[in-house]
C-alpha cells in the first residue's frame, strides 16, 4: 500500500511539471521547427513625395499608381521559452514599376537583374532584419542585422519613338515598407474579436476585426475587416498557421490551391504531363505527372504561386488554358482544332471569324473562360511561314491585330483581367517578332545574294514603311512579368540578330563568335533580356566541351555573381557541374543507358576498345554522314556507337542499313530524355572519343558530314586508339608524387614520434609538479594552525572561563571559530583571495592580543584591489605567528606589529615587522632552520618559481632600530 501512494506521489508530480513545462513554453505564433522558412510576396503601391528630389517632377504628377513587390523569406531561427519566436527576414527580389500616362514612359526595377558589373566575384547581399513575433502574432521587434537596404535603379524600360527622353534616376528602398510587410504576415487572425496592430515606434494602428466562418481539412478560413474597409477572406494553414494567400515557397509542403480535373472519352490509363506552355525552363514551373484512371477520369490538385499560361498534354493530344491560384478546371470534352492559317508562304485572302468556342461546353470550373480564351489565342498565333513582299506581311498584322482585338472584347467580363491582359500582351510580342524575324529573313537573302552575285535587283533591301518597327521598338522590353513567356524572349533574341545583321562585320558578320555576340549583347540590352540572353550564350558555349568552358570562365563567374534569378542561376550552375564531369582526361561518367525496350545497355563491355560516342538529338540519317570516316578503320581498331535521343523530329530519310550491318558499329534507342542534361547535348548531335579505359580524350567533334574535308574527327579518333594507359607525363608526375608521398609519411612519422616524445615528457615533468604541490598544499594545511597557538588559545579561553569574564571568553570563541572556519573552507584552494587572507591574519593577530595586549597596525595601499589579487593561502600567518611568538610576547602594551601590503617592481610585496629584540648576528638561517612555518612558506615560493616566477622571502633586523621585517615578494600579473 506504502508502495502504491509513493507511485502516485511521483506520477502525479510529472504531471504537475508536465503542465509547469506547457505553461512555461506556450506555442508560437507559426508552427514551425528552427530551420525552416517560407517566402512571401507583398505588393504596394509606392509613394514618391517631395523628400525624393531624384525622382522627376513630371512622374510625381502622374495618375497612374507606382506598384512595388517585395519577396521576403522567413526563417524560423530559436523559439524562445516565453513562446516568442526569431526571425531572420531576408529580401529575396524587389519590383517597382512607375508608369506615366501622359509622357507614355515607362521604369522600372527589379533586383533579380541589376546593372551587369565586370569582375564581379561576390553576389549582392540585400538587408537581413531580425524579428521577433508574440504568440499572439504581433512583432515586438525589428532590427537590421547585415547588409544594407537596396537602391533601386529605376530605368526606362520601354522606349519612346523620337521623344528623345532617357530617365533614370535612384532611391533607397524605405525600411517602413519592409517593417509593414513583415508584421502584415504575422498578424493572427482570431475567432472573434478586434485587435490593433502597432508597428514598433510608430503612433498610427491598424484595427483588424476578424471572424472565422469556414474550414477545410488543411486551412483555417477567416472574414477579415481592416480598419472598418470592405472584408476580405483569408486562409491559414492549419498546421503551420501561415497566411496562404501571400504564400510563394516553403520548405514544407504546402497543400494545393488550384485543381485541374475531368472525365474524357478514349481516355483510360493514359498519361498526362502540365508543363508551361512554352516548355521554356522547368525552373519557373516544374513539370506535373499523373494518369488518367480506368474510366478516364482525372483529379490533379496543385498549387501555384502566380499565374501561368499551361499545357496539358494527353498523348498527341494538347490543351493550353491560362490557371491562376483558386482556380478550378474541369475538361470533360477535347476542343476540335482548326487551322486559322496556311503553311503556305500565302495567306488566306478572308480569315474565318472567331468565337467558335465561345458556347464550347466542354470546359468547365472557374477558369473555363480563361482557358477557352487560351485554345482561341493559340489558334490565331500559330507558327507561320515569311510571306514573300513586306506588303503580304502588313495585311497579316492587321487581320491578326483585329481578329484578337474581336476575340478578346467577346470574353471581356467572362475571362479575368489578368488572363485578357497577358494574351493582349503576348500578341503584341508574337506581332513584334514576327517583324524582326520576317526583316532576319530577308536580311538574310539579302546577305546571300549578295554573296552569291546576283544581279542588282535581287540585292535591294526592303522599303519598309516608316512606322514598320513603332510597335517593336515602344515595347516594353526590360521587364515583363511572364518571364517564361516564348514569344517575349524571342522578340528581344530576334531583334538583337536584326541589329547584328544589320550592322554585319563591325560586330562578327558571318564569322561570330562568343566574344562578338557577349560584348554586342553588353552594350545593347539590360535588365531580363540582357541577362537570359548572355545565358544563353553562356550555356551554349559551356555544352561545347571542357576546353570551351574554361575559355570562359570568368565570363560565367561574372554572370553568376550578377544575377539574381534562380531560375538562370541555378541551371548554369548545373551545366558548369556537369563539365567538370565531362573533363578531358575524366571517365566517361554515363555507362548504362535504359533502352525503349525496358533493357538496360552497359558502355562497359567495350573496355578495351576505342570507342566513338554519338549521341544524336536530331534525325537518325545523320548516321550517314559518318559513312566515309568509319571506312577508314578496320573493325577491330574502333568502336561506333550511335546513341539515338527521343524527340519530336520527323524526318522521312532512312539510315543507311550498310552501315548499320558493319561490326563495328551499333545504334541503340533510349527511353530517357534526361541524357541530355548528363552529357550536355545542345546541338543536333554531340561526339566524344574514348580510349580504352574508357576515358574521355575528345569532346566537341564536329560532325564530319557538316565540314567536309576537315581532319578534326580523323585525327580525334586517332588520338583516342593511340591513346597510352600512362603518358610520360603522367608517369613522371607518378612517380614524383609516390616519392614526394613516401618522404612526406616518413618526415611526419618523425615529427609525430618527436611530439610524442616531447608531450610524454612534459606530461611527466607537470605530474611530477602536481604531486609535489598536492604534498605540500597537504602540509600547508597541516600546519596552518600552530597547535602551541590552539593549546594556548583553549588554555585562555579556559583561564577567562574561570575567571568569570564571559563576555571576553565569548569575544575570544567567536573570533577563534571564525578564523578556524575559514581556514578550513579555504584547506582545498590553491589561492585566495587577498582580502580573505588579510582578514585571517587580522583575526590571528586580534586573538593573540588578548594574550600579549601587543598594538597591531595594518596598511594596504588604496589603488590595490584586494578582492581580485589571488595569493596562496595563509602564506602570511607564519609571518606574524613568528614576529609575535620570538619578537613581542615579552613585551605586552609596548609591543608594536605592523603590516603592509603594497605593490612593487616584482608583484606584490608583503612586509610584516616588530618592535621586538631582534636576531643575533648570523641568525637569520638559524630562524628558518627552526621555523617550521617559515620553511614551508620558502617550498611554496619554489613552487612558483618553477613556474618562471620570481618569488622571494627576505627576514632581518630593522636598521636604526630594534625588531625585525620579514618581506615577502609575491609575482602576480594584476596588480
Known sequence: MKRQNILFVMVFGLILISLKLSAENPEGRFRID?????????????????????????????????????????????????????????????????PDINSNLLLGYDSYYPIYQDDKRQSEQFIQFEMEVTPEGYVSRFDSISGSLPVLNFDQIRSVKNSGITVGFKMTLPKRLIEIASAFITYLPLKSGVKNLKINSSDKEMKFETKQYSETPDLDVFQVSIDDSVSVEMRFLKKENIDMSVLVDASFPIPANTIIKGKLTGMENKEITIRLKEDYYEEYFEKKYFKTNSDGSFSYPM???????????????????????????????????????????????????????????????NASYNAKLSVEMDEWISFFVVPDNVQTFIKYNEEIIDNTNRLINQYRGKATESCINYYRSRIKYFLAMSKFYFANEAQRNYMMNTYTGKDSQEKATIDYPADFFLAADTLSAVMYPYEWCYYYRNFTKEAVDYKIKRLGKPVGGFNKSFYSDYYFERISLKGFPLYTM???????????????????????????????????????????????????GNTFPVKSYALKDNTVFDLNKYKGKPVCLVFLYSAKREINDFKSEIEKFESDE???????????????????????????????????????DQILVAKMSKIFMLDKWLRIVEDDIPNPGNYIGFPDFENALKKAIEAKRFT?????????????????ILFTLMIVL???????????????????IKELEIKAIRSQMNPHFVFNALNSIQSLVNSSQYKETNVYLAKFSVLLRGVLNNSEKSKISLSDELEAVKLYCELEQLRFEFELQFEVEPDLDSDLIEIPGMIIQPLAENAVVHGLA???????????????????????????????????????????????????????????????????????????????????DNV
Request: charged share 25%.
Open 34 to 98: 528552427a530551420g525552416d522558412w517560407f517566402e512571401t510576396r507583398f505588393d504596394s503601391p509606392l509613394d514618391f513625395n517631395s523628400s525624393t528630389p531624384s525622382f522627376p517632377s513630371y512622374l510625381k504628377d502622374s495618375s497612374e499608381k507606382t506598384e512595388l513587390s517585395v519577396l521576403l523569406r522567413y526563417q524560423l531561427r530559436q523559439q524562445l521559452k516565453n513562446g516568442n519566436q526569431i526571425f531572420n527576414v531576408s529580401i529575396q527580389r524587389i519590383q517597382a514599376n512607375v
Open 303 to 365: 498549387f501555384l504561386n502566380r499565374p501561368y499560361n499551361l499545357e496539358l498534354n494527353l498523348g498527341d493530344e494538347r490543351i493550353s488554358f491560362f490557371l491562376e491560384p483558386n482556380d478550378t478546371l474541369e475538361i470533360v470534352e477535347k476542343p476540335q482544332k482548326v487551322e486559322r492559317y496556311s503553311r503556305e508562304a500565302t495567306f488566306y485572302d478572308k480569315l474565318p471569324s472567331p468565337g467558335y468556342l465561345i458556347n464550347f461546353s466542354g470546359l468547365k470550373g
Open 534 to 584: 548572355l545565358y544563353e550564350l553562356l550555356d551554349e558555349e559551356l555544352r561545347k566541351g571542357f576546353n570551351a568552358a574554361n575559355k570562359i570562365e570568368s565570363f560565367y563567374q561574372d554572370f553568376i555573381h550578377n544575377c539574381n534569378d534562380p531560375a538562370l542561376v541555378n541551371p548554369l550552375i548545373k551545366t558548369h557541374q556537369t563539365i567538370s564531369k565531362l573533363a578531358i
Open 638 to 676: 574502333v568502336e561506333f556507337l550511335f546513341v539515338y535521343i527521343p524527340n519530336n523530329y520527323i524526318d522521312p530519310t532512312p539510315v543507311d542499313s550498310s552501315i548499320l550491318a558493319l561490326p563495328n558499329v551499333k545504334l541503340i534507342e533510349i527511353q530517357d530524355d534526361g541524357i541530355r
Open 728 to 744: 610520360k607525363k603522367q608517369k613522371a608526375s607518378a612517380i614524383k608524387t609516390a616519392g614526394w608521398s613516401l618522404g612526406s
Open 754 to 772: 618527436w611530439i610524442y616524445r616531447v608531450r610524454i615528457r612534459n606530461l611527466k615533468k607537470k605530474e611530477a609538479i602536481k604531486r609535489q
Open 890 to 972: 615579552s613585551l605586552g602594551k609596548k609591543g608594536l606589529l605592523q603590516i603592509k601590503i603594497n605593490s612593487c617592481p616584482e608583484g606584490l610585496c608583503v612586509s610584516v615587522s616588530d618592535n621586538g629584540v631582534g636576531l643575533p648576528e648570523r641568525e637569520e638561517d638559524k630562524l628558518r632552520e627552526k621555523g617550521y612555518g617559515l620553511k614551508l612558506v620558502e617550498e611554496r615560493l619554489l613552487i612558483l618559481n618553477q613556474k618562471d616566477k620570481k618569488a622571494r622571502l627576505i627576514v632581518e633586523n630593522n636598521k636604526g632600530g630594534q625588531g625585525t621585517t620579514a618581506r615577502l615578494i609575491i609575482p602576480i
